[in-house]
């Protein structure tokens, strides 16, 4: 097992991240706010909705496989059953990282997928959200850290 500290600064190290269910119309869409601050942070983040070709203004993928030069790590924010989906496509184009977007309630986690990735070669952060830490962390996403870490749903260790 890895502390989650670790697991995310592993995660973060990577420069090419995708983000899973980017959606059209964004109110305060996890996916969405994932994106933009990668994009802020100077990351190469890409979109994945399968229904837009364009999310901001820059271009949308249907898939993984379909972002040109490929990606490192992927950052899943679609409905838990969609996760094994997104997992066993991401481990079938070689990305060795996952992360399962959680905020308040079940988020993107299911438990099979994060089981599934791990036997296969993954690693996978079943729970929070990358803006939580490290160069994408904000004072809001930090306090519901340290809180969500009470509740379980960041896991303290991956």
Known sequence: MTAIKDAAEAFLAHQRIAVTGVSRTPGTHGSNNVYQRLRERGYEA????????????TPAYPSLAAVPGGVEAVVIGTRPDRALATVKEAQSLGITDGW???????????????????????????????????PTADG???????????TGSVPRQV
């Open 46 to 57: 890409f979109a994945i909705n399968p229904n837009a070709e364009t999310i901001d203004g």
């Open 100 to 134: 399962m977007h959680r905020g308040p309630g079940q988020g993107s986690v299911d438990d099979a997928a994060a089981a599934w990735g791990r036997e296969h070669g993954m690693a996978v952060i079943d729970g929070g959200c990358p803006l939580m830490f490290g």
């Open 140 to 150: 809001g996403h930090k306090f519901m850290c340290s809180f969500m870490k009470l």
